[in-house]
């Protein structure tokens, strides 16, 4: 009887502008936070997918010295799989021509994520004894063709197929050197690796994610400075920053969306509470018992949220799966499948704050008298049940423990909002009282609306500070997305290099540049020397720095030096002063915060036998993903120049200018060059198509804005329906009332849009240093036009909702007067 009671009002329910703004409300909710949890979630593990296939497995332990059996041993009592892998840079040899090429030994199972994709299909997963498999430039380089021989070291190989794409390829410049993929089993005939060789020793490991994280801990204890273990990382340094902070985008809109969302879904249902308290005293004046208010009322409740939440899934996985065809091309296929937990979280979720909203306005119902059908205001079950407002905020804070998976976060956040939330109010309610005083006198309306002001002071602060809010949350996603694109955007300007030049040798350096020039090509050369550090003040870095630190980068490799008598073009003096002075060096800037690092230290450094030291007198901030040479630490001239160097340089090519790699090559035939293209043009096709998707995510958070101030608005014109009624019996004109309402609108809006520009500036700065990473920027464009929109917002909102309010007519009045 109760559902099909239930099922009957809801219909009717649906003629209500409350209603119909709740269901929208959970409509847009569930929409929205199921494109952003599902996107969310296949961006972050599309990436680890991508990342696992680019190495070749899920984690790599690295050395520059042979690795111990025991390491593959420990990783098989785990269930891991491991696949161990041998690269150096050796010369090749065909005939007369020469060429310096990466070669991996490796040994099956090999790859273990990922494929080698070859030209013409082979019988076998790896080269068979005494074959190679070779790169396509590795062939032209050295004028040969499949079935043709070639040398390396002492051993003559037959290279049986071409490889097209390959995971592994290692780590720094060797990674962009001519590959060849040999079998283990041939290494030791070579004679090129010796004691003492410059190799890079592998193993390839993969396997459960709680195998792996065994591993991992066990293992932290074992490694010695020259070995690093690394779990799959972006591969690319643009794409990873493009994606990372687009994911990050897409959990600050999944929660902007959820409170926006809360905020509309309670404010819906506080006015739909008060206007069923006389259909509530109706139903018990015809013999409803009052046990069954509360089964009934959430009768309505669960179907309402099944109307809107079941299609808000559906069009949240459209959108979804939308937004991943645009960027197929650019994720690994397959795609990871969708999660059927992240699916349908987002519906469980609206449904759990339309709950608690429910549970807080409606409870009272149930102590709803009959006399209200006769006199609406002589009911006070609403101001006797104001203790039942405090189940929401515990309710809407588990709920965002929940979702953000973490309680101090949630902490800070509803501490932040409920603050931010009641001193917005205030300020805006005395910004609207001084602006009162100011216009005193100026416009005929002004006493009306000062009493008005006066009289509504306590609603002005509720409804400025959930207005703040609003916009704030708005303000904040807009403007955040707008930066987050131009930052995107500027990581790839129209000049970016799309070559690198390695392995010039210093008796080349003056020709190379000369040749650079005559093809008026904009490039600069910089020497390089592999060192590593060794000591800070004095004091050998095991024993200065934390256990913390000694697993930084910088201190468990060998880093590329460089020295030069300015700041490099691209890069930025954050602190201190660019010396020329002998010892002398410049570190960058995450560097020297990560490791503590301070104007004044001193670093000790060690290349091959020799050993030195340098005095930080600046700290340089370098973007690394600027495919432009950049260094850790530089020289100032005097100190590394005698060492052994090779030069790099990178420049930009355009469409024109194709041949011109093949012709440096010619001239130069020792050199490596590597072309770039093909990683900027994906890395811009992602910009271009995650702008997009941006795009969409903005749109249906504004229509979430725009329902929760058509609400605000609705439910301010219902509260005044018997003031501005008694205005018009005291003669006031239709005309009059509305403008003291747009007069009212104005000031609510352009405060509150003020006030909204102050705290977003400040979010917004918090935001780019803590989550994004990017620069903090000012905004003066949100000052000028969040109040205009804020205004126009809440004057046109108020006239469209205004007119199909009934008004109260006078025998009403005199009724609820009596």
């Not at 005193?440 to 509504?456: E, H, S």
């Amino acid at each position: 009887m109760i559902a099909k009671l239930a099922r009957r009002q809801l219909f009717s329910q649906l003629r209500r502008s409350d209603w119909r703004a709740l269901l929208i409300s959970i409509f847009l909710m569930t929409s929205l936070i199921t494109l952003l949890s599902l996107t969310g979630d296949r961006l972050q593990k599309s990436v680890a997918q991508r990342s696992a296939d680019f190495l070749g497995a899920d984690m790599v332990l690295s050395s520059s010295r042979p690795l111990a059996d025991t390491w593959q041993q420990d990783a098989q009592k785990l269930g891991l799989q491991s696949a161990p892998v041998i690269q150096f840079a050796s010369m090749t040899e065909a005939g007369d021509a020469m060429l310096l090429a990466s070669i991996r030994a490796v040994t099956p199972p090999y790859p273990l994520r990922g494929e080698i994709t070859l030209q013409e299909a082979a019988a076998t997963t790896l080269p068979e004894l005494g074959n190679i498999w070779a790169e396509p430039n590795v062939l032209s380089r050295l004028g040969i063709e499949v079935g043709d021989t070639l040398q390396i070291g002492y051993s003559t190989f037959t290279v049986s197929h071409v490889i097209t794409a390959s995971p592994d390829r290692g780590s720094g410049f060797r990674s962009f050197n001519p590959q060849i993929i040999m079998r283990s089993e041939d290494l030791a005939a070579t004679g090129v690796i010796a004691p003492g060789s410059r190799a890079q020793y592998r193993l390839l490991l993969a396997g459960d994610a709680d195998a792996l994280a065994t591993f991992k801990a066990e293992s932290q204890t074992q490694l010695q400075s020259w070995q690093r273990l690394y779990e799959a990382s972006g591969d690319q340094p643009t794409t990873r920053n493009a994606i990372g902070n687009a994911g990050q985008y897409l959990r600050l809109s999944a929660l902007f969306a959820l409170l926006l969302g809360a905020f509309a879904i309670y404010l819906s249902m506080r006015r739909f509470a008060a206007d069923q308290q006389q259909r509530t005293a109706l139903l018990l004046s015809l013999g409803l018992p009052r046990a069954k208010l509360l089964p009934l009322f959430s009768w309505q409740l669960v179907l309402g949220w099944l109307l809107a939440a079941i299609p808000g899934t559906f069009i949240g996985l459209g959108l979804h799966q939308l937004m991943m065809l645009t960027l197929a091309d650019l994720l690994p296929k397959p795609l990871p499948a969708v999660d059927l937990f992240a699916l349908f979280s987002s519906a469980a979720l609206a449904g759990a704050v339309l709950m608690l909203a429910g549970l807080t306005t409606l409870l009272p119902l149930g102590k709803a008298s009959i006399l209200s059908l006769f006199n609406p205001n002589s009911d006070s079950t609403f101001a006797q049940n104001k203790r039942l407002y405090w189940i929401l905020p515990p309710g809407l804070f588990l709920l965002m423990v929940l979702f953000v998976e973490s309680v101090v976060l949630a902490a800070l956040l509803s501490v932040t909002l409920l603050l931010a939330g009641w001193l917005a109010g205030w300020v805006v309610q005395r910004l609207i009282h001084h602006a009162c005083s100011l216009l005193k006198g100026r416009l005929r309306l002004m006493p009306l609306l000062t009493l008005r002001i006066r009289q509504q002071r306590q609603w002005h602060r509720v409804q400025g500070g959930v207005l703040v809010l609003l916009l704030t949350l708005m303000t904040v996603l807009f403007f955040a997305r707008q930066d987050l694109l131009q930052q995107w955007q500027s990581q790839l300007p129209a000049d970016t290099p799309n070559r690198f030049v390695i392995n010039i040798q210093p008796w080349e350096k003056d020709g190379v540049t000369e040749w650079l020039a005559e093809q008026q090509i904009d490039s600069q050369l910089y020497p390089m020397i592999r060192g590593r550090i060794t000591s800070i003040n004095g004091v050998d870095k095991d024993d200065a720095f934390t256990p913390t630190q000694l697993e930084h980068n910088t201190l468990n490799r060998e880093l590329n030096l460089t020295f030069t008598d300015a700041i490099p073009a691209h890069n930025t003096l954050e602190a201190g002063a660019w010396s020329d002075a002998k010892e002398s060096i410049s570190v960058e800037q995450s560097m020297a915060t990560d490791l503590g690092l301070q104007l004044g230290d001193t670093l000790g450094f060690q290349v091959g036998s020799e050993t030195f030291t340098g005095r930080i007198t600046s700290i340089r901030g370098v973007e690394w993903a600027s495919f432009r040479p950049n260094f850790y630490v530089i020289f100032s001239p005097g100190v590394i120049d005698a060492l052994p160097a090779t030069y790099i340089t990178s420049f930009r090519l355009d469409s024109s200018q194709q041949g011109v790699s093949k012709t440096l090559l010619s001239d130069f035939p020792t050199l490596t060059v590597i072309d770039i293209e093909q990683l900027l043009a994906q890395a811009q096709e992602l910009i271009s198509k995650l702008s997009d998707s941006a795009s969409m995510i903005m749109v249906l958070t504004l229509l979430s804005g725009l329902v929760l101030i058509i609400t605000i608005v609705q439910q301010d014109l219902v509260k005044r329906r018997f003031e501005v009624a008694l205005l018009r019996t005291m003669g006031a004109t239709e005309r009059q009332t509305r403008q003291l309402d747009m007069l009212e609108y104005c000031m609510i809006g352009c405060a509150s849009g003020l006030v909204a520009c102050f705290i977003s500036e400040g979010l917004l700065a918090l935001i780019y240093q803590q989550l994004l990473k990017i620069t903090p920027q000012w905004h003066p464009l949100l000052w000028l036009c969040v109040p205009a929109i804020a205004v126009l917002l809440l004057t046109i909102t108020g006239r469209l909702v205004r007119k199909p309010l009934p008004l109260p007519t006078s025998y009403t009045l005199l009724k609820s007067g009596s």
